[in-house]
């Protein structure tokens, strides 16, 4: 059973930083992503990391989110600069199971992030 549990989220100003962090448990997947899903809004890319640490990122977050990963600890990282009150949201951390970052099956139950202005 894969499990996947994020910390990290809580309530900063505009210009802040956070880092959030996800454990994965159950087996390694070579794909990690996040996502947020802000009040009212449907849930949204906003991060990946394949196994070389190669990233991508939504546009909204290029620049001043960084994704990074500790495959000794099953662990990846998502370090947020520069918050904006458009970054509140749940924040989620998921598992792909396609190897390309094309099914992402498992989900963790999220961590909030609030940005206040």
């Known amino acids: 059973q894969v499990t996947l549990v994020e910390s990290g989220g809580g309530l900063v100003q505009t210009g802040g930083s956070l880092r959030l962090s996800c454990v994965g448990s159950?087996?390694?997947?070579?794909?990690m992503g996040w996502f947020r899903q802000a009040p009212g809004k449907e849930r949204e890319f906003v991060a990946s990391?394949?196994?070389?640490?190669?990233?991508q990122y939504a546009d909204s977050v290029k620049g001043r989110f960084t994704s990074s990963r500790d495959n000794t600890k099953n662990t990846v990282y998502l370090q947020m600069n520069s918050l904006k009150p458009e970054d509140t949201a749940v924040y989620f951390c998921?598992?792909?199971?396609?190897?390309?970052?094309?099914?992402?099956?498992?989900w963790g139950k999220g961590t909030l992030v609030t940005v206040s202005s």
């Open positions: 998921a598992a792909d199971t396609s190897g390309i970052g094309s099914a992402w099956s498992y």
């Open positions: 990391i394949n196994w070389s640490a190669g990233t």
């Open positions: 159950g087996r390694y997947y070579s794909v």
